[in-house]
């Protein structure tokens, strides 16, 4: 029994230092952004929508297939923020609505709840497995699939929150607006992230801009413009 609790707690050890590479990895993939680089609109709405410390940095290079944003959270590391430099490009509208998505992310510490996820599945795997075998590798497909479900419902409810924020028909026009755009790129990813978002999207993963909308136009919330 004590090696089965060595056995997970250095699985669990793993699985954080991996987020950790993760954080650090996209995180030096970035470049600063302060104050003076975003419109002041914008730095506004972000101020009044998260007021805690945040590392708000640019991808270094860009993707013409698609536009990504991602916010990731990784005690101790503050929270951050990664945005395509299209993002500064766009109107200030649609710019929100991405900003308020990856807040929502942060606000929900939707990676962390993945995380914790994920160490609750390694577990029962690990147990699983100290008193048969072939019930472990039975069970971990159903785990995996358990962690992705909550990864693709952190996205809806990234949506949620920023439908909260910005309005229900918003979110929608912008969704609406980049699936227009996402229609009219067929060129496949050149960098690991970018083919690594592309391959999660098509396995239904990662949520298509389809079924955000779908889920949004069921949508009621409490709107504060």
Known sequence: MSILVLEIVLAIIALYLAYTIQYLAISLRGIDLDQKTIPEDLSRFLRRIYSNEIALKMWKKEDSSMLIMAALYTPPFKPLIMVDSRFLKEKTDIAKVF???????????????????????????????????????????????????????????????????????????????????????????????????????????????????????????????
């Open 99 to 225: 900003l308020a998505h990856e807040i929502g992310h942060l606000r929900r510490k939707s990676q962390l709840r993945v995380f914790i996820t994920a160490m609750i599945a390694l577990i029962v795997v690990f147990i699983a497995g100290y008193f048969n075998d072939i019930l472990s590798l039975l069970l971990f497909p159903i785990m995996i699939s358990i962690v992705f479900l909550i990864y693709r419902r952190e996205e809806f409810e990234a949506d949620k929150y920023a439908a909260e924020v910005l309005g229900v028909d918003n979110v929608i026009k912008v969704y609406r607006y980049v699936e227009e755009r996402l229609r009219d790129k067929k060129s496949m990813p050149k960098s690991l992230i970018h083919f690594t978002i592309y391959v999660l999207r098509k396995v239904g993963i990662y949520p298509s801009v389809r079924s955000r909308i779908e889920k949004l136009s069921d949508y009621s919330p409490k709107t504060s413009k």
